[in-house]
């Protein structure tokens, strides 16, 4: 892309984020300004109204007792903190957060340059935007002048391998399948091979939607890795787990049976735009220590977002004054 393209991108990326964390904007400081509406000063009321706020926006519980013993130990220290205050005080602390775990500031969609295939594989329950996030991240990387192969390994679902065949024409990109039934090891062990032999930038594995508490379908997820290092021996470089950031502590849920199950390095968290539980982010970052690398804030391809954390805190609390 050019730089007037990169600008206006970074425009659209900008309003798009403002617009997908609107809800979340919404409720959480809609009910923190009633909270300390009258009063002065940053005391225990105004305390355990922010910690049900926060637990209501699915930040999450051990996430919130962490925000709120920084707030308490602030206040402690300066013996007064104005109520004016608690909006900085608060960015603050969920900008600390989000800082202390291994998720780097993109600005766009890149890819090691050191792994030639990249390989990725995507794992989620059914339902969360697992395919759909497949086809947007090829989308995007295509546009970027990547060569991408996708593989359609979910093959317990018939609509799954042609819903990524769609998106593979949209991206311009190779898709591997086998249709449905197929063996999914089977499926990645291919996509492998052809990415190498096509000398692709990237390979993109799709899984199958696991419920996350049946533990022969986990297993599932070893053996295609395992098939996968016969091919590329330090293969998948990034194992990329989708949650539905609208389940709200549900998705904390699958998020804690699959980082069980298996070495989650990535998280993708989508449908934002549609919910107040936009506070997923936060908790889930900081619970897991695993990096939230993009988020989905709306149906169009350009809606998948590298995760910047400091544009992220920016745009949630922009605006919102107590």
Known sequence: MGIFDRLFSKKESKETLDQGLQKTKEGLFDKLKRAVAGKSKVDDDVLDELESILISSDVGVETT??????????????????????????RDEIAALLGENNTSDYDDFVLPGNKKPYVIMVVGVNGVGKTTTIGKLAWHFTRRGKKVVLGAADTFRAAAVDQLGIWSERAGCEIVQKGMGADPASVAYDSLVSAQSKQADVVIIDTAGRLHNKINLMNELTKVKNVMQKVIPDAPHEILLVLDGSTGQNAFEQARHFTAATEVNALAITKLDGTAKGGVVIGISDRFKIPVKY???????QDLQVFNKKAFVDSLFEGAGI
Do not use: C, F, H, Q
């Open 65 to 90: 007792l962490r925000i709120i013993e920084r707030i308490e130990a602030r206040v402690s220290r300066d013996k007064y903190v104005d109520t004016r205050e608690l909006n900085g005080i608060l």
């Open 295 to 301: 988020i989905g804030l709306g149906e169009k391809p």
